[in-house]
Nanobody, 121 residues
Framework: QVQLVESGGGLVQAGGSLRLSCAAS????????MGWYRQAPGKERELVAA???????NYANSVKGRFTISRDNAKNTVYLQMNSLKPEDTAVYYC???????????????WGQGTQVTVSS
């Protein structure tokens, strides 16, 4: 029905950069918002950044000024540009989309499979 496919994770040294991508496909009538969450070992999943499809963005305080979320409406894709990475950014990053399913006509949340980001000191 609906799939979120993430890419771009990996291993990087502190101070480096990574760019995550998440493409939504399937029975999509409209997208309300997309975002990135992360979960480090032993910690709860937390919001990193989100973007309403009209363009409004929201960031966790810990990443403000370092991470930038953007979207490509035509491709149903959201990006997370991560600069000045720190070891504490190490986590599995999950893409989230709140969208209206074209078959059920209901809005609901969907999740990607997660991509590992590891920042070495």
């Amino acid at each position: 029905q609906v799939q979120l496919v993430e890419s771009g994770g990996g291993l990087v040294q502190a101070g480096g950069s990574l760019r995550l991508s998440c493409a939504a496909s399937g029975s999509i009538l409209s997208i309300n918002a997309m975002g990135w969450y992360r979960q480090a070992p032993g910690k709860e999943r937390e919001l990193v950044a989100a973007i309403i499809w009209s363009g409004t963005t929201n960031y966790a305080n810990s990443v403000k000024g370092r991470f930038t979320i953007s979207r490509d409406n035509a491709k149903n894709t959201v990006y997370l540009q991560m600069n000045s990475l720190k070891p504490e950014d190490t986590a599995v990053y999950y893409c989230n989309a709140n969208l209206r399913n074209g078959i059920t006509l209901r809005s609901q949340d969907y999740w990607g499979q997660g991509t590992q980001v590891t920042v070495s000191s």
